[in-house]
């Protein structure tokens, strides 16, 4: 796991400026769902995991709360931290 390294910082605002379609600095719920089905991940997983990344609960993700589920992401070893398991959806 490479949390703190440039790349990792680099990479997790790369998938946000990929989800966020209208470059208005959040991610909407509809630009949420749209980056689960480019992803091929299963669209019913899109509400729990919007819902764990919003955490201050404005109906949109912004960088900070996408950025601090991704290094949460980054240096997990279980998924016992909810935010992180779910941050792609369920990973099987």
Do not use: C
């Not at 470059?23 to 995991?49: C, M, Q, T, W």
């Not at 240096?75 to 398991?85: C, H, L, W």
Request: hydrophobic share 35%; no cysteine.
């Amino acid at each position: 796991l490479h949390t703190g390294e440039p790349h990792s910082h680099a990479l997790g605002n790369a998938f946000f400026d990929f989800m966020d379609l209208d470059g208005d600095g959040v991610v909407s719920y509809e630009e949420y769902e749209l980056f689960f089905k480019a992803r091929n991940i299963e669209i019913e997983h899109a509400p729990r995991s919007f819902e764990l990344l919003d955490t201050d609960k404005n109906g949109t993700i912004s960088r900070e709360e996408y950025m601090a589920a991704y290094s949460e992401y980054m240096v997990s070893t279980e998924n016992t931290n909810p935010v992180a398991a779910e941050l792609f959806g369920p990973l099987m």
